[in-house]
Each structure stands twice: as C-alpha cells, then as structure tokens.
C-alpha cells in the first residue's frame, strides 16, 4: 500500500531563519501518528507548511500519491487535506451549525452535505445541542471538537491536528483525544496529531515521529516509545 502523505528531506523556515532542516515523515492511510515534541521544535512550521501555508525552501510532500508542496493552502481541502490550526480558529460571532456548515463549504448544496452534518452531529453529540449558540461561547473541549467537526465536513482523507490538548483540561483531553480515535477507525480517517501532550499523543497514536529543533531524532510505535526511559525522562515528566 502506497503511503498516505510522505514527506521527504523538507526544509521550511520563515526569511532567513531556518526552522525545518530536512524532516522526512510516512503515515499509511488510516493510521494515527503523532509529531511530538517541545515548544518552538517546529510542529506547527511542519503542519503548516503541508496545509500549504508556508512554503518549502526544499524537499517534497507527496500526499496521496500526487506531489503537493507548490500548492496553496486553499486548494488542499479539496483534495481531501484538512487541517484543524491550534486553538481551532472558529468563526466566534458564527454558530457552532454555522461553522461547520463553513467546513462543508464546498459540497454546499450537494445531497452529501446534509448527510455530513448529520454524521458529525452524531459523532459529536455535543454540538448539536450547542448548535445555535455562538462559537465564541463554547468551552474549550467543545471549541476544539467544533473545529475538528467542521475539518470532518470537507470529507477529508487525512486530517492534521495542530495541538489539540492546549488549554484543555486532563479529562476534556482524554474525551478529544477518544473522539480523535473514533474517528480514525469509524471513518478510516488518517490522522496526524501534532503534540507538546507527549503522554497522550503517544497513547492515542500507532506511531511517533518526535521533533527537536527542526530535526526528526526519533521514530517508532507509540507503545515503544512511550516505554523508552530516555523519551520519558525528556518528554514526560517520568
Ligand atoms: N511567523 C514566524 N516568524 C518567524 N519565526 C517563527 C514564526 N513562527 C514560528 N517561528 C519560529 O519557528 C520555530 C518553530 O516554531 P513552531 O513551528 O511554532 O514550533 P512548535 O509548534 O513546535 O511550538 C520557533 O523558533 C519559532 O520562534
Ligand atoms: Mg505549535
């Protein structure tokens, strides 16, 4: 089976400051793995310069089988790509039905959208309850399970996750993270979850990638790298 996204030797930075020196990454379709690693490692560069929003100084980024690195970010969704950016990024003066009627954008219309809408609003019980509300006043759990809804409705093949767990509390972390997972084995979703959250990242993914300074320095399953004492020490607080 072919590779769901690769990324090869990618360089990216910001002007003359170099941030990603040469990051190489292979998640196959349906799994979850996780990018984790401390503030400032460049998590967030290497999402966003997938999702198209900062480009690469060099190196490729093939996903699903077609060479996307000179794309822009709008034309990503389409293609099946989806990123939720840290801290969700909702609409706060649109409802929660608003927002996610903006992730299904462009299938407006179509008889799949209707069904979108109903398939998230039954994987996130919550936010048909909270339909009608505004975004802005949704707690944090729920801010961020709107954000992943509203990736859900473009029908995406993979979806990137940048930071979920910031500014939630332990349980709300543990209750995303779960959905996170459902997701990806209901919908067979391929996910990559990008995380400071070492501990929990680990246990919800099949895979691991961690990120130091712009530099892959270790890779493996989950499980196993959840158990390396030098990863606990590091990353864990073990
Ligand atoms: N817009 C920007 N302009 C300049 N430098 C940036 C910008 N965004 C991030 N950086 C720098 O790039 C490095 C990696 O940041 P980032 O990708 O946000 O890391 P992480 O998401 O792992 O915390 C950091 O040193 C950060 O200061
Ligand atoms: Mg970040």
Redesign the pocket.
Known sequence: MSAALRIENLYA???Q?G?LEGVSISVEPGEIVSVV??????????L?TIAGINRPSSGRIVFDGVDIGHLRAHQLPARGLALVPEGGRLFPFMTVQENLEMGGFSRRGSPEFRTALHDVTTLFPILRERREQYAGHLSGGERQMCAIARAVMSDPKLIML??PSVGLSPKMVGEVFLLVERLARTRGLTVVL?E?NVQEALAVSDRAYV?DH?RIVREGASADLASDAAIQAAYMGL
């Open positions: 930075g910001y002007g400051a941030v690693g401390a503030n400032g490692a460049g998590k967030t560069t290497l966003n940048d930071e990008v400071q990120i712009g």
